[in-house]
């Protein structure tokens, strides 16, 4: 695999603070690409999105197979570096390829609160969803497990609140994650961290349950059929059992 890199720097700022984002060193190891950068900002709460373009599609889309300190809130600092899998992007790509970096101060338009991604989430119950809305836009909320989409609601207002239902029919695991989307800026996407989702009442409970019932049928039925023709000195009907004596009843 033949390239040469190239890299452009592209940086929304704001007047009102000076941010700068220098790029210190470009490496390629083994097939990934790593870019180390700073970011500077005057103002450290803010936070960036931060996405890597190529040429080879005319810096058109942002690269996906990146990792590291790229995506959303991205904090100013030193040591900041993009792991980008060229292989996995391009395939087995030959040619001059330039690389450009693109941010901007990152105000999301919706922020979850109180959202526990320790908690095990139950099937067949509801998820009651807070977030701080910081735009007009309706949006998109969906439950993932793995890649796949499992469930969600689409068009919902930005206005603070939702109750999402996890379906019954899901399957369990630890690799469910929540996915907001602005629908009128559909690059705008916001992931949870990984959670669990498992069943309602645990399997090993509702068998044990179903053993207790059957063993007291089980007594019943012995204990009742026993005093049919009795034999002698047993005062007990038929189908009655007598209770042991309580302590201190003698």
Same mark, same amino acid.
């Given at each position: ?11 929304? /700022? ?18 990934? @690409? ?30 996906? &197979? ?8 991205? $904090? ?8 980008? $899998? ?24 919706? &922020? ?19 977030? $701080? ?19 969600? #609601? ?19 695991? &630890? #690799? ?6 602005? /629908?009128?800026?559909p690059d705008e996407v916001i992931y949870t961290d990984y959670f669990k989702v498992a069943p309602k009442? *645990? ?9 207790? @019932? ?6 019943l039925v012995t204990k009742g059929g026993g005093n049919k023709g009795g034999d002698g000195g047993d005062?007990? /009907? ?8 309580? *302590?201190? #009843?003698?």
């Amino acid at each position: 695999m033949r390239f040469i890199l190239l890299i452009v720097v592209s940086f929304a /700022t704001s007047a009102a603070f000076a941010q700068t984002v220098v790029i210190k060193k470009v490496e390629l190891a083994g097939e990934n @690409v790593i870019v180390h950068y700073e970011l500077e900002d005057s103002n450290p709460n803010n936070e960036y999105l931060i996405n890597l373009y190529s040429s080879k599609d005319n810096y058109f889309a942002a690269l996906t &197979k990146v990792s590291g300190d790229v995506g959303a809130e991205v $904090k100013p600092g030193t040591n900041k570096r993009i792991v980008w $899998k060229i292989r996995d992007e391009y395939g087995g790509y030959k040619g001059k390829i330039a690389l450009e970096i693109r941010g901007k101060v990152y105000i999301p338009f919706a &922020k979850l609160q109180g959202f526990d991604t320790k908690k095990t989430y139950k099937k067949g119950t509801t998820m009651n969803l807070k977030w $701080k809305a910081a735009g007009s836009s309706p949006i998109n909320i969906e439950l993932y497990k793995g890649g796949q989409r499992v469930a969600g #609601d689409m068009n919902i207002p930005n206005n603070g609140s939702h109750s999402l239902f996890i379906p019954k029919h899901v399957g369990n695991g &630890k #690799d469910y994650r929540l996915k907001m989307t602005d /629908t009128r800026n559909p690059d705008e996407v916001i992931y949870t961290d990984y959670f669990k989702v498992a069943p309602k009442i *645990p399997m090993i409970v509702k068998v044990g349950a179903g053993v207790a @019932v059957a063993a007291v049928v089980v007594v019943l039925v012995t204990k009742g059929g026993g005093n049919k023709g009795g034999d002698g000195g047993d005062d007990n /009907t038929p189908g009655q059992i007598e209770l042991p004596a309580k *302590p201190g #009843d003698n």
